[in-house]
């Protein structure tokens, strides 16, 4: 055998070797048979070719098992190929291959047992990791619940909502140790006699207010604010807002202790506690809040400004005691007076002094000591000019506030004088004249001048409805034919019903009117009087009723829509109507409520024998005449469209048909030509 054939066949039995491996699951079956076939064809190739050529051959193939052992693979292909390159060709060598083989087999038949143990084991460890993780996800849900437990339920804080009672005693309380500062520091600073006699009291009244101050600082970081029309609670959100404000810092410089200097001058200098004046907007606060909610505001203004213009004449009359003890008491004729006088070292003289000397001149209203000093001079200017621009500032801001407060005469005053004119150039008698005069001087006695539409034009829709419900619902409640409507049907009444005010001898209604309106009795006293007017037969009070029917126009009614009686006030009455076309209109949206307030005041007309059924069979044969007319002049209508339409669509045909005959001739035309 050449060279070649042995190269082919070592390839083909490399081949098979390979195919071997493949199937490993199978090898303990088969593979004896293969592996001795192959032990023989490899002594056959190595009889036929020289031992340099087999050691060629057999190099090329342990490299290449080499490499699939360096893989984990084909163990015992590689320890064939061994034995079979290294047989001499005795039959003691041929079995050993065999025993080889066989204990190949059992170690890979071990490996492969081995392998399934341990996919096994993987199996079994993936089940548990998956068991854990699992108790793992669940514990983490567990933490996450408790977390947006924790975070949906927030540990409840003190809360201080600006908007309540509570904030405003408040506010009271903080402003007096700010008031007490603004008042008081700059007296005692100035006059020494003043601090020097109640030492233990004012230290009593520095600290107590400090300590308030103390407090009102942590309120101020608990002072809720509304965000998207919600009070916002949050602890943190509240204090980093509170500390970006401009305020926070005031705050924090006016409870500054200033007071540690105290322990190396001593504790009489006050004036190291002028800091405990920049809280002073709490006390602005205050007065802004109890301007809103007093029922006096336009004198709650003027006493306001009145105590401005005492605190400036104060804090004056204090630096002018200051200035005069500084150049000399006594000095010259501008300063206070020398103290050797016993009248002027008296402490109530000393303020009352400087305090009348402060007055007249920011009010340039006195003549006082003329300067003579430099220093002196310039106070003075500056008094002055201080004077011009804040009185000047707040005797127009009084002007204007006496002036709001009898706006509301001036009106009513003018309505008055325009009606007055009207009657003389119309030469309207006397005795009308004298009623009109005193049925104002009745409304503007009583208060009742103002409008409520007027009023109310600015507040929203809801608001309007729950005031006219609080204002008018019970007295609405009481008209028997309202008792058991629907809620909604009454608050759209109770909007429309319409204040009016009547005076003795008036008539409310007379026999024989069209009812246009019911009227409900709010305060006063109505008669039902005769003809002639004068006797009187039933006297309606407060909470009677009267005309529900005649606007309900209730068909069969005797009286139709006409008043059945004389009605005439008898003193000054209110009274509050509703009028038919208001009423229509709220029941249009309620016809359920319609049929019912019918039904309920044919009941009451029964009862008092004010129907007649003729009346009410010709109102219903006449309700069925018009609706039978009202339904041959919609066929009449109908009727019309319909041959409106069929002629269109004649029409539309025929000119269809005119277009098709036109698109035939065109066709055959060019048949014509093309032929």
């Known amino acids: 055998m050449s060279q070649h054939d042995s190269v082919l066949l070592w390839g083909e039995q490399t081949e098979l070797q390979l195919r071997l491996m493949d199937s490993q699951n199978q090898t303990s079956l088969v593979g004896t048979g293969l592996l001795s076939v192959l032990s023989h064809m490899m002594q056959f190739g190595r009889n036929s070719v020289g031992p340099a050529e087999t050691g060629l051959s057999s190099q090329s193939p342990e490299e290449n098992m080499r490499s699939r052992n360096s893989g984990g693979r084909w163990p015992l292909a590689a320890q064939n190929m061994n034995n079979c390159n290294n047989n001499d060709g005795k039959k003691d060598d041929k079995k050993e291959p065999n025993k080889d083989e066989k204990k190949d087999e059992k170690k890979d038949d071990k490996k492969d047992e081995k392998k399934d143990d341990k996919k096994d084991d993987k199996k079994d460890d993936k089940k548990d990791e998956k068991k854990d993780d699992k108790k793992d996800d669940k514990k983490d849900d567990k933490k996450n619940d408790k977390k947006d437990d924790k975070k949906e339920e927030p540990k409840e804080v003190w809360i201080m909502d600006p908007n309540t009672d509570t904030y405003y005693y408040w506010l009271c309380l903080i402003s007096i140790p700010v008031f007490y500062n603004l008042m008081l520091l700059v007296a005692r600073a100035c006059f020494n006699e003043l601090q020097y006699k109640n030492t233990t009291m004012w230290m009593v009244l520095d600290y107590s207010s400090d300590v308030l101050y ?374 249009t949206e309620y016809p359920d409520a319609k049929n019912a307030l019918e039904e309920k005041g044919r009941a009451i007309l029964m009862k008092d024998n004010l129907i007649d059924e003729s009346l009410v069979n010709a109102a219903d044969a006449k309700d069925l005449e018009n609706k039978v007319n009202q339904i041959e002049a919609s066929l009449d209508v109908m009727t019309a469209k319909f041959r409106k339409m069929t002629a269109q669509y004649e029409s539309s045909q025929r000119k269809l048909k005119q277009r098709l005959s036109n698109m035939s001739n065109q066709v055959r035309t060019l048949r014509f030509d093309d032929e």
């Open 214 to 587: 103390y407090i009102d600082t942590f309120v101020r970081a608990r002072t809720g604010f509304l965000e998207q029309g919600l009070l916002v609670k949050d602890e943190k959100v509240l204090k980093e807002k509170y500390m970006k404000t401009r305020q926070f810092r005031l705050d924090v410089l006016s409870i500054i202790p200033t007071d540690i200097i105290f322990l190396k001058i001593g504790i009489d200098n006050p004036e190291w506690r002028f800091n405990r004046l920049f809280r002073l907007g709490r006390l602005f606060e205050f007065f802004d809040r109890t301007e809103t909610r007093t029922n006096f505001p336009n004198i709650f203004r003027i006493g306001n400004l009145v105590l401005y213009i005492i605190i400036i004449i104060h804090w004056n009359a204090c630096l002018y005691f200051a200035i005069s003890k500084v150049l000399g008491f006594g000095s010259d004729t501008w300063v206070y007076p020398d103290m050797k006088n016993r009248e002027f070292a008296r402490l109530a003289r000393q303020y009352i002094y400087c305090f009348y000397w402060s007055t007249l001149t920011l009010t340039t209203i006195g003549e006082t000591p003329p300067p003579v000093r430099d220093v002196e001079y310039f106070f003075v200017v500056a008094d002055f000019l201080t004077g011009v621009l804040i009185f000047a500032t707040i005797v127009g801001n009084v002007g204007a506030m006496i002036s709001n407060m009898n706006a509301a005469r001036v009106e009513f005053q003018a309505k008055i004088d325009s009606i007055k004119q009207y009657m003389q150039f119309r030469k309207v008698t006397k005795d009308l004249e004298v009623r009109v005069v005193k049925w104002f001087d009745y409304l503007w006695t009583e208060e009742k001048t103002c409008d409520e539409k007027q009023v109310l034009k600015n507040l929203p829709d809801k608001l309007k409805a729950e005031i006219a419900i609080n204002v008018h619902l019970e007295t609405l409640k009481k008209v028997r034919i309202f008792q058991d409507c629907e809620a909604g049907l009454l608050i759209e009444l109770v909007l429309k019903l319409q204040p009016q005010v009547f005076s003795p001898g008036d008539y409310i209604c007379k026999k024989g009117d069209i009812g246009r309106e019911m009227y409900i009795i709010k305060e006063g006293k109505l008669a039902v009087v005769a003809d002639d007017g004068v006797t009187q037969f039933v006297v309606l009070s407060d909470g009677a009723y009267f005309g529900e029917i005649s606007i309900l126009g209730i068909k069969g009614s005797k009286a139709g829509n006409r008043r059945t009686a004389n009605i005439r006030s008898v003193g000054y009455s209110d009274l509050f109507a509703l009028s038919k076309d208001d009423l229509m209109e709220a029941l």
